[in-house]
């Protein structure tokens, strides 16, 4: 028997074969991991129900989409820019699940979808690259339906930083990624003070850390760098962070402008 990947805190996660998480993963953060976590709360949140339609947003190798249709016969569209969805076809067809995962290659800033489309809205291990932008939400939102949720888990702070990084996260501290990692208070501001959403839910996973380093042990064990860091820190400020938003009725969102209607008048360039 393989005891890799098995893990008395995620159940479901642990019932799908090592070898085929080890062969569709791409992120430094295990995606069934998080996305079980995340749905713990979404399935008490929304209720899950068979044909809902679910944006898994940043998908990657589509491993969370595959899991959410398997385990909630969700209806889902697994939307990535980095990885190509022809090969997530592949994957989502050998996992006899192409009837409901429908991949799609596209930018999460450029969606190509129907107002109020999604029943539900899942970010696993993305959302900072897109979702810390102060506009963001209000074009994200208009794709779920009103008192639908949108959910996002990934590794973040369990703290604030103090006003310098921390001498132990020095030499794996890049100055790309890590400045979009925030703490569950700093989302719960970031999303509530506009109003589109209520936010439910902004919290961390008990030992996120452990499990973080846990997996990159695992991927990467060539990665001291991180290992290290994830290990030293011990907890203090990395782990990873859940943030869940109920969209409100009652907030209106405005369409953002992708292009302004062409309105060129002559006029003379210089006063002479
Ligand atoms: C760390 S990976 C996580 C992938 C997957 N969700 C997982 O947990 O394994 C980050 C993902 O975010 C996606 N991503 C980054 N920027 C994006 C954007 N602007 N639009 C759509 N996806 C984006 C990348 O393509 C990449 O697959």
Redesign the pocket.
């Known amino acids: 028997m393989d005891e890799r990947l098995q893990c008395a805190r995620f159940p479901r996660s642990s019932t799908y074969h090592p070898e085929w998480v080890l062969a569709s ?5 295990n ?1 069934l991991w ?1 996305t079980e976590w995340l749905t713990e709360w979404l399935t008490e949140a929304v209720d899950l129900r068979p044909g809902m339609r679910v944006l898994d ?5 589509a ?2 989409s595959i899991f959410l249709r398997r385990e909630f016969d969700v209806q889902v569209w697994a ?5 190509n969805p022809s090969e997530n076809m592949q994957r989502i067809r050998d996992a006899g699940v192409e009837d409901g995962v429908f991949p799609l290659h ?4 450029m969606l190509p979808f129907a107002t109020e489309f999604f029943d539900a809205i899942v ?4 959302f900072v ?2 979702g810390t932008d102060d506009m963001y939400l209000n074009n994200l939102a208009r794709f779920v339906k009103p008192g639908g949720v949108i959910g996002v888990a ?1 590794a973040g702070l369990v703290r604030e930083l103090p006003g310098e990084i921390p001498d132990h996260l020095h030499a794996w501290w890049k100055q790309d990624q890590p400045w979009c990692f925030h703490t569950p208070g700093w989302w719960r501001n970031h999303w509530g003070r506009t109003s589109i959403v209520d936010v439910e839910r902004a919290d961390t996973l008990d030992d996120g850390w452990r499990y973080w380093a846990d997996w990159l042990r695992l991927i990467a064990p060539d990665n001291t760098t991180e290992i290290s860091a994830v290990e030293t820190d011990g907890g203090r400020f990395l782990g990873y962070v859940r943030t869940v938003g109920r969209r409100r009725a009652d907030s209106p969102l405005y369409d953002p402008a992708v292009s302004i209607p062409l309105n060129y008048l002559q006029k003379p360039l210089m006063r002479v």
Request: charged letters at 15%.
């Open positions: 993963f791409s992120s430094g953060a995606a998080l947003l940043g998908c990657g190798r491993m969370s939307v990535d820019l980095w990885f596209c930018d999460a800033r970010s696993i291990d993305s690259y897109y990934g």
